[in-house]
């Protein structure tokens, strides 16, 4: 068996998709109150065992229910939300919550693939370099990346590095994450944006190295991830943290530019003031140093914005199933 966490969520059904893609059905769906919400569709073409509460999860660990019976675990579950304050649910439901799924992995012998983020890097100014021994030095701008380096950090103080496999992720995009509100991306948000109005709003820049629309993110879809997820899964001697990302920065323009381009509509956008609150946490550049997955042997080809965002509005957002 195997088990998806957040297996409702974005990245996690994704992950149930390339899992049945191989052929693989007996899957353990994990998420938190996903029956009957909007994420629930993201599992109506897919193909699994039986679904779980997030809590109830916890409850058949501790009985032994599932003992001797787990492969591998695919822990995507998380609250995401960078604007979530809450340190003390982030550290329940983030951070201690993957420790004891860690645990459970390492009695059992199990495969663990844990997601962390990017948000761990903070504003960038120490780079965005995997190699364990910055880890520590790491400043996050919010709670949600702290509670993903509170992890990162747990595996590493505990010598685990080289027992399990965690994925820093940079700005994924693609199907199935139309379940997210304000969190979606802004292919997706800017997708309704430009059918709608036949415009796309930017945030102005407020350094003056960077131009209005110029700020630049590490964009990568989704379905470049998983296929990453699932070679370091078919390749269970490499271990450690890794960045996953497209290993380059493409700016905002850019991905309007590919959107506007795959939507055949003449390009206009609009720059617009941004909210006072989020300045002081603005990213304006992220790019995954990609040296250290490489080195490990992984040839996952991550396309750029122009190919993904193609994919994702022909494939998915122009139709009217956008389900994978």
Known sequence: MIIVTGGAGFIGSVMVWRLNEAGIKDILVVDQKAEGSPKWSNLKKRRYTAYLESDALLSEIASGKLSGKVEAVFHMGACSSTTEMDTAYLRENNSLYSERIAEFCLREGAYLCYASSAATYGDGERGFDDRD?????????????????????????????????????????????????TMRSLVNKGYEQVRDTGRLRLFKSYRPEYPDGGQRRDFVYVKDVVEAMWWLYRNPGVKGIYNIGAGRAQSWNELAAALFTAMDRPLNVEYIDMPESIRGQYQYFT??????????GCTTDFRPVEGGVSDYVRNYLSKPDPYL
Do not use: I, Q
């Open 133 to 181: 021994e910055l880890t520590p030095g790491l400043k996050p701008l919010n709670p949600y990346g702290r509670s993903k380096l509170d992890f990162d950090r747990w595996v590493l103080d505990h010598g685990h590095e080289n027992r399990l496999t965690g994925l820093r992720f940079f700005n994924v995009y693609g199907p199935n994450e139309y379940h997210k509100d």
């Open 287 to 296: 790019m995954a140093d990609m040296t250290k997955l490489r080195k490990a």
